[in-house]
């Protein structure tokens, strides 16, 4: 005897690998003969980018840059920027990785150093934080139906939003501004923070837009530290399958690399910036989906084979990006003569989760506090600072993994004192939730051997049920009809409310 089956396909997005791992870039410096002598190092800055990544037989590859920017003071008392580009290459074992997988990275600097070893000679190094994250698409093939005599079909049909597809795509935008501070600048250091602040879904397409949020500290004429902040807005299309305009997508915008140059025009006593900002924006595609399965099934004359696994079926949950303020105090009494020139910040750091209802985040602000001495001139200092907050969101926690995207969307300083420096600031926050509701489901059956020989003859059981026993559990263990059962008994309900006397044939 021949089983006849329908099998669908549903698809899953699993995790492969999500981790931090570090690389160590190093480099000496030798100044060539036209850059003054180094006096003193007053700090050094590192922009890491992402130039690429390939994944093959099991290894991830990263290839990047690591722009060295050293602050120094000459004999002159006159504050320089020296520039260095490293390369840089890291191989990631992670096994089972292919090409087809969604991998992302995202490189932060996290720790720096610089040795002045001679008047035109400085040892550097950094350590660069690698944010990897590698995602494959698992295709479940489920039962939706089956044709044969004599089986008993448990089946389920229900809409549910899930997943159609994964895209990633990278794009590059490119600007230029006018210089505020002079005709011949030196670029120390570039801060970028990205946002999406719209989509749009159309037939295969999707448009994005959104903001950079640009801070340029550069190095004037006198030997004074600047800051110019400007913003480019984008807007991208890109093509994508199974998208429509009832498609949600969740996205996820990081930045891969920045290069910024100065053009200057002395006729002119005029500079200008010309900027390039390349990002990687991961999607994933939801759509309504009809489902058909089979949760159980059994034969009264055959033994039938079942083999049972899990479907999950997702729900977005997100929230517009909201606008938050927060304050904080900051003890400056180490440096009670100091001039603060600026405030940057150097990274965040945080965590998101749902507790009692409520969308939490909390972690760190890492500052860049630049302090103007009245003898030894500019110092740096770094301070991490601890915000936190809580977002209210009307949802059920119980199976929602959460992510949230953060970025600052203004800054202001003020002195209250000489110990004592006031911070306000303004950031979004975005939040993006998923529910999954997992459901056990047959993926494959198989007839076997006659599990009895056939008897015509009709015989009238008694069942004593009890509450909370379900129609189907009772049919299936006594090789019976649970629409026969539920049609002899007058029961409305496949579970029972209560204690009952069953009848039914086998």
């Avoid at 089946?155 to 159609?164: R, W, Y």
Wanted: hydrophobic share 35%.
């Amino acid at each position: 005897m021949e089983l006849q089956i329908t099998k669908d396909e549903v698809l899953k997005k699993s995790v492969r690998y999500m981790g931090v791992t570090e690389e160590t870039v190093e480099t000496v410096v030798n100044l060539p003969d036209y850059c003054a002598e180094i006096n003193k190092a007053v700090n050094t800055s590192v922009t890491s980018n992402v130039n690429s990544v390939w994944v093959n037989s099991g290894k991830i590859v990263v290839d990047g840059n690591a722009v060295f920017r050293i602050l120094y003071t000459s004999d002159s008392g006159k504050c320089e920027v020296y520039e260095t580009n490293v390369p840089f290459s890291k191989k990631i074992d992670i096994p089972g990785a292919a090409e087809t997988d969604c991998v992302s990275v995202t490189a932060c600097c996290e720790q720096t150093s610089c040795r002045v070893s001679g008047p035109r000679c400085a040892e550097l190094k950094c350590s660069i934080a690698l944010d990897i994250r590698d995602e494959y698409i698992d295709k479940n093939e489920i039962v939706s139906s089956c044709t044969q005599s004599g089986v008993m079909k448990l089946e389920q049909t229900f809409t549910k939003k899930a997943l159609t597809a994964c895209a990633v795509n990278t794009f590059t935008v490119s600007d230029s501004f006018d210089s505020r501070n002079g005709s011949d600048v030196k670029i120390y250091r570039t801060d970028v923070t990205a946002c999406i602040n719209e989509y749009k879904c159309i037939k295969n397409k999707m448009m994005l837009k959104g903001i950079y949020l640009l801070k340029i500290i550069t190095l004037n004429d006198d030997g004074d530290l600047c800051t110019q902040n400007e913003s480019i807005q984008f807007s991208q299309i890109f093509d994508i399958d199974t998208l429509d305009e009832n498609s949600e997508c969740r996205n996820r915008l990081k930045v891969c690399s920045v290069n910024v140059s100065f053009s200057s025009d002395r006729t002119l006593q005029k500079g200008r910036f010309e900027i390039s900002v390349t990002s990687v924006v991961n999607t994933d595609v939801y759509n309504d989906v009809l489902i058909r399965c089979i949760e159980d099934a059994f034969s009264p004359e055959y033994e039938l084979s079942l083999s049972k696994g899990e479907i999950r079926c997702c729900e977005l949950i997100s929230e517009p990006s909201q606008l938050f303020r927060t304050s904080m105090k900051i003890d400056m009494s180490a440096y009670p003569d100091a001039e603060i020139a600026d405030i940057c910040v150097r990274k965040i750091k945080y965590t998101s989760m749902i507790s009692d209802g409520s969308w939490n985040v909390s972690g760190n602000i890492f500052f860049d506090i630049i302090l103007k001495m009245p003898d030894s001139g500019y110092i740096f200092t770094q301070r991490a600072e601890d915000f936190s907050f809580s977002k209210p969101v009307d949802i059920a926690p119980a199976g929602v993994s959460c992510e949230s995207e953060m970025y600052i969307n203004n800054m202001a300083f003020s002195p209250e004192s000489n110990s004592s420096l006031a911070v306000d600031i303004e950031f979004n926050v975005s939040f993006i939730g998923v529910k999954n509701t997992d459901y056990k489901v047959v993926t494959d059956m198989s007839v076997g051997a006659v599990s009895a020989e056939k008897n015509d003859s009709c015989f009238l059981n008694v069942y004593f049920a009890e509450k909370g026993e379900s129609v189907w559990s009772i049919a299936k263990s006594h090789k019976a009809d649970p629409v026969q059962i539920k049609e002899l008994n007058s029961l409305d309900s496949d579970i029972l409310d209560d204690k009952k006397t069953l009848i039914f044939s086998v």
